[in-house]
């Protein structure tokens, strides 16, 4: 059977959710054939990854470096970090274990999106009940897991506390787009957030384009949970591949959507780099508001 019609079995199958039997009956094979060049295709497409999911630039984004209200004070920011829920299968005594902010069991997926709305790095598998900033921690202290550029950040949401490397909108302010609307912010820290948020509509378009795109990460899983694991991967490696050739139709319009943690390193040194970050903050935000 040639690559394009493996791939193109395979493509249905993920951009449709179909079942075995329905790709069978549709290309005329057997659900053993079906389902051994999925397995080929699925193998593939995940050892794509490495090429595919790459590290951002330690260069100051052109969407951060062209907006006047982002530059100069998110300079050093290189992308956006978050975590989403997928469905998962898992047998039912693991159940409880996977179902935590879905009444479904789902596996917590943590993943780092770029301006330009390409996955730079992905961790897969985690349980659903497993706190977001757990995860974070596994993908910090993973030998192959997340690197920042020395001296850069991330953006985070309002579930993660501020750390090196992360920072996070302030607690007990408005802190999303929709929630401001036409309303001016009153003071430093509600600009912060406004322009936070804004900051981090990329990833917000990056999930949805993602799960519009490949409706099996949004429908009720057929597949084993290690299957389903890579094909989370596979999903955001072909959302990458798409976007080498054009972001289009394929990225919803957007009105619609550090160092390597040492493990010698203290809580109390923890205590004084998560302040030292705080610190940037407010000076961020100071600096914004006095250039409003």
Known sequence: MSIEKQLLMFLHTIGHNQRN????????????????????MLFTIGEMQHEYVRPPSSQTPPYIATRRTLYPYFKDCVGALDGTH???????????????RKPYPTQNVLVVVDFDIRFTFILTGWEGFVHDSLVLIDALERPNGLKVPEGKYYLVDVGYTTRPSFIPPYRGVRFHLKEFGSRTPANAKELFNLRHSSGRTSIESAFGSLKNCFKILTSRPFFPFKTKVDLVLACCTLHNYILTGGQDEFIPVEEDWVPQRVSQTTARDQREEAQEWAARRDQIAIEMWANK
């Open 86 to 100: 997928i469905h998962a299968s898992v047998p039912a005594s693991e159940v409880a274990a996977f179902r935590g």
């Open 21 to 40: 039997r329905v790709i069978a009956h549709n290309f005329l094979k057997s659900g053993e054939t079906i389902s051994r060049y999925f397995n080929h």
